[in-house]
C-alpha cells in the first residue's frame, strides 16, 4: 500500500505562484512514477505533470508547460509542483497520484486531493 498526502493549495490571484507537496508512505516501488493531475467541476481529471522517482524525468501537459515544475525529495518521499503565471483555468482540486504514464487509468494510488482556486 502507498499512501500520498497532498498540500499547499488554496486562493490565489491570477498570476500568482503556488506549491503543492505530496508526502508518500508505504511500499514505494523505484519504477513508479509520481504524477499530478487535476479536476475542475464538472470537467474529467486530467494529467498535469510526472516525474520519475528514479531519474527525475519530467512530462508536462501542454497547458502548464513553461509554467509549472515538477520535482522531488527521495530522501523526504515528497514530490512538489510549483506553479507560476497561475491562471483562472488552472483553478482544480490537484491530485498527486502514484503510477505510470499519463491516463489516470494507470495510476493506482491516489491522494485526497488539494483545492487550488485562481481568481481573476
Known amino acids: 500500500q502507498v499512501q500520498l498526502v497532498e498540500s499547499g493549495g488554496g486562493l490565489v490571484q491570477a498570476g500568482d505562484s503556488l506549491t503543492l507537496s505530496c508526502a508518500a508512505s508505504g511500499r514505494i516501488f523505484s519504477w513508479y512514477q509520481m504524477g499530478w493531475f487535476r479536476q475542475a467541476p464538472g470537467k474529467e481529471r486530467e494529467f498535469v505533470a510526472r516525474?520519475?522517482?528514479?531519474?527525475?524525468?519530467?512530462y508536462y501537459a501542454d497547458s502548464v508547460k513553461g509554467r509549472f515544475t515538477v520535482s522531488r525529495d527521495n530522501a523526504k518521499n515528497t514530490v512538489y509542483l510549483q506553479m507560476t503565471s497561475l491562471k483562472p483555468e488552472d483553478t482544480a482540486v490537484y491530485y498527486c497520484?502514484?503510477?505510470?504514464?499519463?491516463?489516470?487509468?494507470?495510476?493506482?494510488?491516489w491522494g485526497q486531493g488539494t483545492q487550488v482556486t485562481v481568481s481573476s
Open positions: 497520484a502514484a503510477g505510470s504514464g499519463s491516463r489516470p487509468a494507470r495510476y493506482n494510488y
Open positions: 516525474i520519475s522517482w528514479t531519474d527525475g524525468s519530467t
